[in-house]
C-alpha cells in the first residue's frame, strides 16, 4: 500500500503530495488524516506530513527503488491540523471533489504580512464634554459629528478606516472635531480596530427561557455531550444574547468557540456587541480580507491569542486546539452553502466538526430551514423556543393587501392607497420607513409586446436589464449596449421594460413623497466595501425617512426608528422555478416582516402581493413558522424532495453544446446500467440547465433523487472514477448535493 502525503501544512505545498510506502504492520493503522513521521528530502531528516490518500498502485512516475517508507504514526495528540485533514476527507467524501481542492478549502493560504501600522482616533475629554459635544452637533444638524462623538462614548479608541468608511465620516470632519479638542489622530499597531472605557455596556438580564437553553446547553456540554440545538422565535427574542452566554461559559472551562454569521450581517453594529464584551478574545473573517489577512487571523488561533472566531463559511475553519462551541446564527441562510467546488453545506460541516472535536453546534434563526426542522421533529436536534420579543417593541401589524383589486380600482401604481396612507402617515409623524422589493435596477427584462421577444445577453441565457441612460445590462457578465426602440424580431415599437426595479421605484417616491429624503441600497449603490455601512449608518442615525432596498435590507437589522415595512411584489420569489421557492420566500416575508416596531413606537408591515391566499404569505404575515412548515412539508414528501429525500444534481459545463449533450448523455445511460443500487434512484435529465449559458459557456444538468444519501454517493463516486479515465479537455463536471438554488 502507498500513501499520498501532504509535508508542509500550506497551500504551496498543496500542488504536490509526495508518495511513500506503508510498512505492512502500518497498513490497518494509517488512515487518511493520520500524522506520519516520515524521511524527507535529500538527508531523509525526519519530518511530519498528513495522509491525504491511501491506494495500492504504486506511482507511475517514480521508480519502485525512489519510493521512501513511512517511518513511523506520530504520536497521538489531539491536534488542530489532523482536524481539519479530517474534515478535508470528509467534504471530498460527502461532496465530491478531490481532496486538493477539499484541502484548500480548509486551510488558509501561508501568507505572512507585514506587521501594518494604523491611524487611530482618540478621545481627549471627559464623557460628559462628548454628551454636550452631541447636543450641539445635533442642534446645528451636524450628523457626522453626532455619529463620531456617539461612538467615542463607548469606545475611546476607534480606527480611522473605520471611521471614515464605515461609520460614513469624512476626513474635514474628524479634522474639524481634533481642532475643537474633542480628538487626536495617532499612528499605533493597536490590533484592534477599538478599544473600550471601563464601563462596559450594561449587560441585559435573561428572560427565563434564555436562562433554560443556556443552563441546559452549558451542562450537557460539560458532561461530554457534543449534541446539536436549535433556537428558534419570533424575530428581535434575544438569540444574540443567548450566544455571548454560552460562547462565555466555554471561555470560563478554557475553551474557544466559532460563531458563523452570513457575511451580509457581518456589520460595524452586530461586531461591536462581541468586542465590547470580548474584546481582544475576539478574530473576525470576512471575504474583504486578503489571503494574508485571513493567514494571520488563523494564526491568532492556533496559537491561542484568540478565543472567539467569528465569520462566514470560512470561520469555521480556525483551528483551534480545544475547541468547545460551534454556533451557527441566521441558520436558513442560503449563503451557507458553497456555491464553488467542493459545494459543501456550512450546517453538515458543522456536526461532522463538533463530532471530530466534540463540541455541541447551536443553530438559531426564526426561520428555521426545513432541513433542520425536519430533524427537530424526528429529535435529532434539541429545539428551545423563544416567544417574547425582547429587543424592544412588539410584533407588528401586518396587512396583506391584494394588488390584482388595486388594479381593478384604478390604482396602476406600485404603491397600494393602504401603503401610501401609511407612509404618508410617518412621514408627518417623523417616523422612519423601510421598503423592500426583490428587484434590481432601472426594470427589469425589455419585452416586445406584440410579439413577446425579450432582448437577451449574447454571452449568457438571461435577458438584459435596463438601466438609466438608454442602457441594456447582463447582471451575470457584465455586458453592456445601448437600449432598442424597435423589436429585432418583428419591428415593432411597443418594446420597453417589464417589471420595477429599485431606481424606478425611487423615482416614483420622489415624485409622490418630495419632501422624503431617500436611501437606496441595491447592487448597484454597494459596489465599495464602505457603501454597505456608510448607507446603513446614515438611517440608524435618522439622516433618512425611507431605506429603498433589496433583500440585503432584512437581514437582521434593527432600526429602533422604523414603525412601517413595505413588502412590494411579495410574491416574486414565488414563481422561482424551484422547490425551495415557498420556503425562500416565507423566510423572506418574514425576516422583513419582523424588522418594523423594534423600539418604543408600535411597527405595521404592508406585504402587497398578486397572491394573497398562498401559505408562503398567510403565515409569513402571522409569524407562523410551524403552521408554514406542517403545509410545505406536505408537498416535500409527495415529491421526495430534500429534507424527506436527498438529490443529488450532477452540473455540466463546456463551450460545445452537442460535445456537452453527448457527454451527459453517455453518463446518464452508463450509471443506469452499472450502479446496483439505480433501482432505487430517480434520474430527471440531462437537460439544458435553467440557465443554459453564461459567458459563452454552455451548461447541461442531470438531477437524482432518492430516499437515502449512499446511493446518490455510489453516483458519485462512479461518475468521479469515469473522469479519471476518459479524456475531457474542455468541460467540466461538478457535483452538489441537496442543492440549495437548483441549477
Same mark, same amino acid.
Given at each position: ?15 504536490? /503530495? ?9 497498513? &490497518?493503522?494509517?488512515?487518511?488524516? &493520520? ?18 490518500? $491511501? ?39 460527502? *461532496? ?11 486551510? /488558509? ?6 506587521? @501594518? ?45 473605520? %471611521? ?14 481634533? $481642532? ?10 493597536? !490590533? ?141 441562510? &442560503? ?24 463540541? /455541541? ?13 425536519? @430533524?427537530?421533529?424526528?429529535? !435529532? ?83 438584459? &436589464? ?18 432598442? $426602440? ?31 429624503? %431617500? ?7 454597494? $459596489? ?96 407562523? *413558522? ?15 424532495? /430534500? ?29 443506469? !446500467? ?28 442531470? *438531477? ?10 455510489? %453516483? ?28
Amino acid at each position: 500500500m502507498y500513501a499520498d502525503v501532504i509535508v508542509d501544512i500550506s497551500h504551496k505545498n498543496l500542488d504536490k /503530495p509526495f508518495s511513500y510506502r506503508i510498512p505492512d504492520k502500518l497498513e &490497518s493503522v494509517i488512515q487518511t488524516g &493520520s500524522k506520519v513521521a516520515i524521511p524527507f528530502g535529500m538527508g531523509n531528516k525526519e519530518r511530519f506530513g498528513y495522509v491525504v490518500g $491511501k491506494h495500492s498502485d504504486p506511482p507511475k512516475d517514480i521508480r519502485a527503488e525512489q519510493i521512501k517508507e513511512i517511518t513511523g504514526l506520530a504520536e497521538k495528540s489531539v491536534n488542530a491540523e489532523e482536524n481539519l485533514i479530517a474534515l478535508a476527507a470528509f467534504i471530498k467524501e460527502q *461532496y465530491g471533489s478531490t481532496m486538493i481542492s477539499a484541502l484548500k478549502c480548509v486551510l /488558509p493560504v501561508k501568507k505572512e504580512i507585514k506587521k @501594518r501600522e494604523e491611524k487611530m482616533i482618540i478621545s481627549k475629554v471627559p464623557v460628559l464634554t462628548l454628551e454636550q459635544g452631541i447636543v450641539e452637533a445635533d442642534r446645528k444638524k451636524q450628523r457626522a459629528k453626532v455619529r463620531l462623538l456617539r461612538e467615542l462614548l463607548s469606545s475611546d479608541r476607534l480606527s480611522y478606516s473605520l %471611521v471614515t468608511g464605515k461609520l460614513n465620516v469624512s476626513s474635514p470632519t474628524v479634522k474639524s472635531l481634533e $481642532k475643537e479638542g474633542f480628538l487626536s489622530v495617532e499612528v499605533t499597531e493597536n !490590533e484592534l480596530p477599538f478599544s473600550f472605557r471601563e464601563e462596559k455596556e450594561k449587560i441585559p438580564a435573561l428572560s427565563e427561557e434564555q436562562e433554560e437553553i443556556i443552563n441546559t446547553v452549558t451542562a450537557e456540554r460539560r458532561e461530554g455531550k457534543a449534541g446539536q440545538y436549535y433556537i428558534y422565535g419570533i424575530t428581535g427574542s434575544g438569540k444574540t444574547e443567548v450566544y455571548m452566554h454560552l460562547i462565555e461559559e466555554c471561555l470560563k472551562d478554557g475553551k474557544e468557540a466559532i460563531l458563523l454569521i452570513p457575511e451580509i450581517a457581518l456589520t460595524y453594529q452586530n461586531l461591536l456587541r462581541f468586542y465590547r464584551r470580548f474584546g481582544n478574545k475576539v478574530a473576525v473573517m470576512h471575504s474583504k480580507l486578503t489571503d494574508g489577512e485571513k493567514y494571520e487571523q488563523f494564526k491568532k488561533a492556533k496559537e491561542g491569542k484568540v478565543s472567539i472566531m467569528i465569520g462566514p463559511r470560512s470561520a469555521l475553519f480556525a483551528p483551534f486546539q480545544n475547541l468547545g462551541m460551534i454556533i451557527i446564527d441566521e441558520e436558513h441562510e &442560503s449563503s451557507y452553502k458553497s456555491e464553488t467546488m467542493p459545494k459543501f453545506h456550512a450546517r453538515e460541516v458543522a456536526f461532522k466538526l463538533g463530532e471530530i472535536a466534540n463540541a /455541541p453546534v447551536v443553530m438559531g434563526s426564526a426561520t428555521p430551514s426545513l432541513e433542520s426542522f425536519y @430533524r427537530i421533529k424526528k429529535g !435529532e436536534i434539541k429545539a428551545f423556543r423563544l416567544s417574547k420579543r425582547l429587543t424592544g417593541g412588539s410584533l407588528p401589524d401586518v396587512h396583506i393587501v391584494d394588488m390584482k383589486e388595486e388594479l381593478q380600482n384604478g390604482n396602476r401604481t406600485m404603491f397600494s392607497k393602504k401603503l401610501q396612507t401609511l407612509m404618508e402617515d410617518r412621514l408627518e409623524k417623523g417616523e422612519q420607513t423601510m421598503l423592500f422589493i426583490n428587484r434590481r435596477g432601472y426594470s427589469g427584462s425589455v419585452l416586445c409586446r406584440d410579439c413577446g421577444e425579450v432582448i437577451k445577453c449574447p454571452h449568457c441565457d438571461i435577458s438584459l &436589464s435596463a438601466h438609466r441612460g438608454g442602457i441594456l445590462m447582463c447582471h451575470y457578465c457584465g455586458y453592456t449596449t445601448e437600449s432598442v $426602440k424597435n423589436c429585432p424580431k418583428c419591428g415593432s415599437a411597443k418594446i420597453a421594460g417589464f417589471r420595477a426595479g429599485t431606481e424606478q421605484i425611487e423615482e416614483e417616491i420622489h415624485k409622490r413623497f418630495p419632501q422624503a429624503v %431617500v436611501l437606496r441600497m441595491d447592487a448597484d449603490t454597494t $459596489k465599495k466595501a464602505e457603501d454597505y455601512e456608510a448607507i446603513l449608518s446614515k438611517f440608524a442615525q435618522g439622516e433618512a425617512d425611507i431605506l429603498l432596498g433589496t433583500q440585503m435590507i432584512v437581514k437582521g437589522h434593527d432600526f429602533k426608528g422604523v414603525t412601517l415595512m413595505g413588502i412590494l411584489l411579495a410574491d416574486t420569489s414565488l414563481s422561482h422555478n424551484d422547490y425551495r421557492a415557498a420556503e425562500r420566500t416565507f423566510q423572506l416575508l418574514t425576516q422583513a416582516a419582523g424588522r418594523s416596531g423594534r423600539g418604543d413606537l408600535p411597527g405595521e408591515t404592508v406585504i402587497q402581493t398578486y397572491q394573497p391566499e398562498h401559505y408562503a404569505i398567510t403565515f409569513a404575515a402571522d409569524q407562523d *413558522y410551524e403552521g408554514f412548515y406542517e403545509e410545505e412539508i406536505q408537498f416535500r414528501e409527495f415529491m421526495e424532495y /430534500p429534507p424527506v429525500g436527498h438529490m443529488l444534481s450532477v452540473q455540466f459545463f463546456g463551450p460545445d453544446w452537442e460535445r456537452l449533450s453527448r457527454l451527459s448523455l453517455g453518463f446518464a445511460k452508463e450509471v443506469k !446500467e452499472r450502479i446496483p443500487e439505480f433501482e432505487t434512484i430517480k434520474q430527471i435529465g440531462p437537460g439544458k440547465a435553467s440557465l443554459g449559458k453564461i459567458k459563452d459557456v454552455y451548461r447541461q444538468v442531470i *438531477y437524482y433523487k432518492c430516499s437515502t444519501l449512499q446511493p446518490l454517493i455510489a %453516483v458519485k463516486d462512479y461518475m468521479e472514477n469515469r473522469i479519471g479515465q476518459i479524456s475531457i479537455d474542455k468541460e467540466q463536471i461538478q457535483f452538489d448535493f441537496d442543492p440549495v438554488n437548483t441549477f
